[in-house]
């Protein structure tokens, strides 16, 4: 996720923002979804809850799909789009330029209509089962995920910059 974004700044696409800033989303830092693998494995014992039971992991933060990113944009030194286009606006534009991509081996759309509508449809996640039913808890707040992916969005990104400086 951080990757393509990163990619995408480096190429000057960071133009808008698409939805709705009130679609909101959650996510799951790598660490809350290793603990929770953990935990559920250390709990998947006779007579658990946990058998046979299916649990989701989320960051229990919900939020803007695009606010999420507004550190890692503007710690990069980025200025974090202003204009947001309704997904409506651009929705047919993709489903042609996928048919495109598929017919006649056009380049690979931006996003294709199902990521646009992932990107641009509210959608999240309960934990609550966890929390019951083995203690499980998000391990820390976004802000602290934030203050450890940054570091490593900005190595990232130069990386990014001196591969596109050598070419």
């Not at 939020?63 to 202003?82: C, D, Q, T």
């Not at 929705?91 to 380049?107: A, D, E, G, S, T």
């Not at 203050?147 to 910059?161: D, L, R, V």
């Amino acid at each position: 996720m951080f990757n393509a974004l990163l990619e995408k700044m480096a190429a000057g696409m960071l133009v808008s923002n698409l939805g709705t800033p009130q679609t909101v989303h959650d996510v799951s830092y790598i660490d809350n979804l290793t603990t929770m693998h953990i935990q559920v494995a250390e709990n998947l014992v006779e007579g658990s809850p946990c058998c046979g039971k299916p649990y989701f992991c989320v960051d229990d933060e919900k939020m803007s799909n695009f606010e999420f990113f507004r550190p890692v944009i503007e710690a990069l030194g980025y200025k974090f789009p202003k204009l947001w286009i309704p997904s409506w606006m651009v929705r047919n534009v993709f489903i042609f330029w996928q048919w495109l991509h598929w017919k006649f081996n056009f380049p690979r759309p931006e996003l294709t209509p199902k990521e646009l509508d992932k990107v641009c449809q509210t959608h999240f996640s309960n934990t609550r089962d966890a929390y019951y039913d083995f203690g499980w808890r998000p391990t820390g707040t976004y802000e602290d995920y934030m203050k450890e992916m940054i570091p490593w969005c900005q190595e990232k990104m130069a990386q990014i910059k001196a591969n596109k400086n050598k070419k």
